[in-house]
């Protein structure tokens, strides 16, 4: 234990700094030639990947593009969280590109009682052995939030939402018919899910309270409105 009269604060904060900006750097690294991001492991921009699928969910390009940047924003972590979920075990979190960041380093960026429930989420998720289809409509679904703070069309957003949960209550019948509760428990995900989007939202405001003393990756920046310069906060 250090005893630095005075400057023990100090100490800790920069070290802290220094141990999170070091994790972000190697989880969110963005490729300074293609503009890439291991967060999704992929040869193409996060927000292009997260705008292409939105655009591929019936109603969503009918709703006003203010609603649909906010579905998208909000929606990215839980949306990134379910495709993940496959490449995560009870040590570690895998990249589709290979990269595998170890629980030790999620925990220096998070802390262990958020990244526990990441791993009990993608655990009891993997359980239920959804095929893509059934990922798909599961992600729909928690794409077309209709609380999201300040979206205006909730009554659209509610009935896109009810016809994606309605095709996945089908496609889950037809194809766990010796498993009813399947589809009752995938539903349970999506509250757990909101749960740890919130959570996460709240570890992202050390970074807005710090982003004077942090390089961010702008597409990390961007996504999670966190400020790059002071014309951000105006």
């Known amino acids: 234990m250090f005893y630095l009269i005075g400057k023990t604060n100090t100490f800790i904060e920069d070290d802290n700094i220094k141990l999170k900006k070091y994790v972000i750097n190697q989880i969110y690294h963005v490729d300074p030639?293609?503009?890439?991001?291991?967060?999704?492991?992929?040869?193409?921009?996060?927000?292009?990947?997260?705008?292409?699928?939105?655009?591929?969910?019936?109603?969503?390009?009918?709703?006003?593009?203010?609603?649909q940047l906010i579905l998208i924003k909000i929606g990215f972590f839980e949306i990134w969280l379910t495709h993940s979920a496959r490449l995560t075990t009870v040590s570690s979190m895998m990249f589709d590109d290979g990269t595998t960041f170890t629980r030790q380093q999620?925990?220096?960026?998070?802390?262990?009682?958020?990244?526990?429930?990441?791993?009990?989420?993608?655990?009891?998720?993997?359980?239920?052995?959804?095929?893509?289809?059934?990922?798909?409509?599961?992600?729909?679904?928690?794409?077309?939030?209709?609380?999201?703070?300040?979206?205006?069309?909730?009554?659209?957003?509610?009935?896109?939402?009810?016809?994606?949960?309605?095709?996945l209550k089908v496609q889950v019948g037809r194809n766990h018919a010796n498993e009813p509760q399947i589809f009752s428990n995938l539903l349970i995900k999506l509250p757990e899910l909101r749960n740890l989007g919130a959570k996460h939202s709240a570890h992202l405001d050390w970074f807005r309270s710090n982003w004077t003393k942090l390089t961010l990756p702008p597409l990390f920046a961007e996504i999670f409105d966190i400020p790059k310069t002071e014309d951000d906060l105006q």
């Open 106 to 167: 999620l925990e220096t960026m998070y802390d262990g009682d958020f990244v526990s429930s990441l791993i009990h989420f993608a655990s009891t998720f993997n359980a239920l052995s959804l095929n893509d289809t059934e990922v798909g409509l599961f992600s729909a679904a928690v794409l077309l939030t209709a609380d999201r703070p300040g979206v205006s069309d909730v009554k659209a957003i509610e009935r896109y939402q009810d016809r994606i949960v309605e095709a």
């Open 33 to 67: 030639i293609l503009g890439t991001s291991n967060v999704l492991g992929t040869a193409v921009p996060v927000s292009y990947v997260q705008v292409e699928f939105a655009k591929r969910v019936p109603g969503f390009c009918d709703l006003g593009q203010d609603d």
